[in-house]
């Protein structure tokens, strides 16, 4: 059976990190049986980080190559999909995770309304008298990353003007359709709805999580995904 060494469940997904939940999506419509083995420390994982998922073949990392993994083992995620849909497709799954992921991160990291939750979350198998002291460094080395990517030096405004762009184009691509590309999702949809979801479930009411709470069809999108992409 496969196994995805994921990060745990947190703020009502079932991991706190949407590529991990990209990953128990892809898995789930696979059709292939897996389990699932949590942890909260990736430093062994290769490059360091979740999700990993463990095959007959040996250890497979990242989202992506786990799909790459899934669809070598006969899942077809795409297949209904035209060729001009797989190029909107892979420009969604961009969008999604190298531009609106950041912005969630920031949301969760930089804001100091929200860090506290998320760090005694994130961090809570570490001793409470010695959690603010080791986090603290890690904040400071991923906001200074983030200033270097170019997003951390934006203001809230200008962060939400961008985000806004990419949930009207996700938006408009849905239109009045269950999924991005008709009745049946995609892998694009887990990428999406993964990062969507995440966005919505920050435990702290922020402008972005009342943004996606707000909005009637993309939160009824993200809800779709419990009964056509199957959590576990």
């Known amino acids: 059976m496969l196994t995805l060494i994921t990060y745990p469940g947190g703020f009502g997904q079932p991991s706190a990190s949407p590529f991990c939940v990209k990953a128990m999506y892809l898995l789930n419509m696979s059709g292939q049986p897996w389990q699932a083995e949590f942890s909260n420390d990736p430093r062994k994982a290769p490059q360091a980080k979740f999700p990993v998922l463990r095959t007959q073949h040996g250890l ?12 070598d083992n ?12 797989k190029a909107v497709a892979h420009t969604l799954v961009r969008m999604t995770e190298e531009h609106m ?9 930089e804001r100091m309304d929200v860090w506290p939750t998320i760090r005694d979350h994130y961090f809570k198998e570490i ?59 995609c892998a694009a949809d887990a990428s999406v709805i993964a990062v969507l979801g995440a966005m919505r479930a920050t435990p702290v009411a922020t402008p972005l999580s009342r943004r996606l709470g707000d909005d009637a069809l993309l939160s009824a999108y993200i809800d779709r995904a419990d009964t056509a992409m199957g959590q576990s």
């Open 60 to 71: 497979v990392h990242d989202s992506n190559q786990i799909q790459a993994y899934l669809e």
């Open 74 to 85: 006969g899942a077809q995620f795409n297949t209904h999909l035209s060729d001009a849909e």
């Open 101 to 109: 992921y950041f912005i969630l991160v920031l949301d969760r990291w």
């Open 127 to 185: 001793p409470s008298i010695l959690r603010g002291f080791i986090t603290g460094g890690l904040r400071k080395s991923l906001i200074k990353g983030m200033k270097t990517q170019g997003l951390g030096r934006m203001t809230w405004e200008e962060r939400m003007a961008r985000v806004e762009q990419d949930l009207s184009a996700i938006s408009t691509t849905l239109g009045d359709k269950p999924f991005l590309f008709g009745d049946q999702p």
